[in-house]
């Protein structure tokens, strides 16, 4: 069965870095983004993989944030670096089931989404 199940989120001081990881259950040959969603906001595009290596990101997260994925393709990471307080929300990973070669920033065009996990950044 498929899944895509978040972990890595928590309560970092502003500056700090946390990684977050995402297993994604039979979803090896697919596209994998990172969203988030602050309270009140609309969730936002923050990186993706896509099905052959090719990655992208957010103007925000640009410089501080760095996607990876395994050698399996098992598990999707991202690796943020120098948080601020406005990265603080509710970060989920979702999967595009086209599995095209370029990420798409398009939230409507991910069907499958993890239960999400929570970043806090302290300012």
């Known amino acids: 069965q498929v899944s895509l199940v978040e972990s890595g989120g928590g309560l970092v001081q502003a500056g700090g870095s946390l990684r977050l990881s995402c297993v994604a259950s039979g979803l090896n040959r697919y596209g994998i983004a990172w969203f988030r969603q602050a309270p009140g906001k609309e969730r936002e595009f923050v990186s993706g993989?896509?099905?052959?290596?090719?990655?992208h990101y957010a103007d925000a997260a640009k410089g501080r944030f760095t996607i990876s994925r395994d050698n399996a393709k098992t598990t999707v990471y991202l690796q943020m670096n120098s948080l601020k307080y406005e990265d603080t929300a509710d970060y989920y990973c979702?999967?595009?089931?086209?599995?095209?070669?370029?990420?798409?920033?398009?939230?409507?065009?991910?069907?499958?989404w993890g239960q999400g996990t929570q970043v806090t950044v302290s300012s």
């Open positions: 979702a999967a595009d089931l086209s599995r095209a070669t370029f990420v798409d920033t398009r939230r409507d065009q991910y069907h499958l």
């Open positions: 993989i896509s099905s052959n290596g090719a990655t």
